[in-house]
């Protein structure tokens, strides 16, 4: 193939590409604005330290919007990026369906996104982290929700050791949940899972930052410490969740995906 056929092929794909992705987020915005009532649902985001954050959480509620136009959203963000809310509140559709709350009270991202699903999330609402973007309706049922069912804790180091370390008791089967969707459904005793859940992170956090652990394991547990912990109180209440995708793997094309931004920046 001559050389000027190739670079025309190249300049074709490329315009195919970008007309591709106009369009879509054209069809995007037009579909958000579908005249719906407001549902009694939200959708809780913690959009907090990063700058990229933004960009994230902007990517995901438009596309929430596209499926469940009804939805409201709450977004947590921190005096960091609050001097962007304006920029913030321009980009998002339907930016009359949602409130901001700004707030440094916490001292890790994971403390707050703790929080947020412990403490503010209604029968009927959700988390969602905010490098998820949605392909389709979020899910309706009695039962609560996590995202996917990862690997098992049993005999898998480091978070095995540690696990034990904190005095915990690991079940049979005991899977990693992943959290990045999580809802807490119906039929959910909260107080004890509050209790619990917070019972975990407590001592897990409390136990892998004694001097005996090397800081590559102890920053590995930090960052996935709220994960681990909802993961021990949700392998003892099966019956009141679900998982709302078999696999996961990062943008698969399935009903939520994830491009993990955090865990691919290196982010703690």
Known sequence: MSSPNLKFRRELMLFRYHARKFFHIKYQYLASFRKVQIGKSSVHIICVRKKEYLRATIRCVNSIWLHNPEMKVVIYIDTNLSIYRDLLMRKLHRSDRVTLVVTDDFESWQELKL?????????CDFFSDADLYWNGPLPKSQKGFYFAAEE??????????????????????CFMANSSFISLG?????????????????????????????????????????????????NSRLSVFEQLKSTDKPMDGGIAESYYLGTTKGWD
């Open 115 to 123: 929080r947020v699903i412990l403490d503010c999330l209604g029968e």
């Open 186 to 234: 119906r039929g959910l005793d909260r107080s004890e899972f509050k209790s619990e859940v917070e019972f975990y992170f407590r001592q897990l956090r409390a136990t892998v930052t004694k001097d005996v652990y090397e800081v590559g394991i102890r920053n590995k547990i930090l960052r996935l410490s709220e994960q681990i912990a909802l993961s021990l109180a949700i």
């Open 152 to 173: 098992s804790l049993l005999n898998r180091e480091p978070y095995f050791s540690i696990i034990k370390a904190s005095g915990i008791n690991l079940k049979n089967n």
